[in-house]
């Protein structure tokens, strides 16, 4: 594959990315107000259905997926070395995972001997995140001395924090930061080993899927591989649980490697392919739909599909609004498609701040009101991010 197909930059993955992020503060942010209709909560566990809240973040992962034959065909390009570029990889899953273990402990309680509380514990996070991995200028002598100090405070967070019960900082779980990281890695990873034959993506979509079947509890209980299994140890060592995060990701991968076999091809046929594409994957969702109920939580086979589906047909519909121009509109939110890391801490901030004053919810807010508080407080956050961009304070991994 040629490196010079993916040297230009994909502002329809920008807006896709930008989107699933806006939705995804909103949607996490209808926690603090009440009388939410539930087609946009998470629905339960074994719940046969998904909420809107559902495929926001494996959407995420989708339009991750579909950037990182970008992200990787560039360093290529600019002769960096595979090496180098997987050093890049484990450096940026390192942080991914490190951001999203600080944010997990933050959702439980502390211990009131600490003499700092949740609201102290995430402007200090917060602080060290930016400190360690800001988009520093080229040549800043102090950047160093402030990585330095981002460390110390994150080191600091770490040996204090204990929670009710005397707990210590701990991974309870890899929270959505860290569920990103390790996507990323195994899915950027594999797209290094295969990236000159591209049909090898496929077969790992495959495979995927067919671990997803493997590992998943069916309708009627239980699973095609039941207990501990060699399968499931692997998975387990690769950090794939049953597949689901990753088969979205991976998905991505391949619609843009898609997109850049047909790009010689008239624009019709190309958009043709896509919503085709989309049909089958959702078509595909339903013939396991007898099988296996609709879940994310569970990460079921027809959730994936759906998702996937839905992923692929909104991407398609913005290459259609980019064709005739029909961009006006992502200016409003492009930081949330540009400094994505950036708008996803700016919640914890501000959440922070608010619990310095007093104002964790407003359940006095219900129905439209408390939706179009959940709605602005998402475009705050973006404007946010997009003002701190322009002082140079930005989030990069």
């Known amino acids: 594959m ?80 595979g090496e180098s570029t997987l050093k890049h990889i484990l450096s940026r899953t390192i942080a991914l995972v490190l951001m999203g273990v600080f944010i997990v402990n933050t959702e439980g309680g502390f211990d009131s001997t600490l003499g700092y509380g949740k609201n102290f514990y995430r402007v200090l996070m917060a602080a060290a995140f930016f400190l360690i991995w800001n988009t520093y200028p080229a040549g800043f002598k102090a950047k160093k001395w402030l990585q330095a100090l981002g460390v110390a405070v994150l080191a600091f967070l770490a040996l204090t924090f204990r929670t009710p019960e005397g707990g210590f900082f701990s991974a309870q779980w890899w929270g959505i930061l860290g569920i990103i990281g390790w996507t990323y890695c195994f899915c950027a990873v594999a797209y290094m080993l295969v990236r000159e034959k591209p049909v090898r993506i496929f077969l790992i979509w495959l495979g995927l899927i067919a671990l997803n079947m493997l590992l998943t509890v069916k309708r009627g209980g239980g699973r095609i591989i039941d207990g501990p299994s060699f399968i499931g140890d692997m998975a387990g060592v690769l950090r794939l649980g049953n597949a689901s995060s990753a088969i979205m990701a991976t998905g991505g991968m391949l619609l843009s490697l898609a997109e850049r076999r047909l790009a010689a091809r008239p624009a019709r046929l190309r958009l ?71 708008v996803y801490i700016m919640p914890y901030i501000l959440y922070s701040l608010f619990g310095f004053a007093g104002l964790y919810t407003f359940d006095g807010l219900a129905g439209i009101l408390g939706l179009l508080k959940c709605a602005l407080f998402s475009f705050l956050c973006v404007g946010l991010a997009g003002l701190l961009s322009r002082v140079g304070v930005r989030l990069k991994i």
């Open 2 to 81: 040629e490196n010079c197909l993916f040297t230009k930059r994909n502002e329809a993955i920008d807006m896709l990315r930008g989107l699933t992020m806006l939705l995804m503060v909103f949607v996490n942010d209808l926690w603090s107000v009440g009388g939410v209709p539930h087609f946009l909560e998470h629905f339960e566990m074994f719940e046969d259905g998904m909420g809107v809240s559902d495929f926001v973040f494996p959407m995420f992962l989708f339009a991750m997926g579909m950037s990182i034959p970008y992200a990787l065909e560039r360093r290529y390009s600019k002769g960096c070395t």
């Open 272 to 342: 043709g392919c896509a919503f085709a594409a989309s049909a089958l994957l959702a078509a595909a969702a339903a013939v396991s739909h007898h099988w296996w109920i609709t879940s994310k939580l569970i990460g079921t086979l027809p959730f994936c599909l759906y998702v996937s589906a839905l992923s692929v047909a909104v991407y398609a519909l913005l290459r259609v609004m980019e064709a005739y121009g029909r961009t006006s509109w992502f200016r409003l939110i492009r930081p949330a498609g540009t400094a994505t890391l950036t």
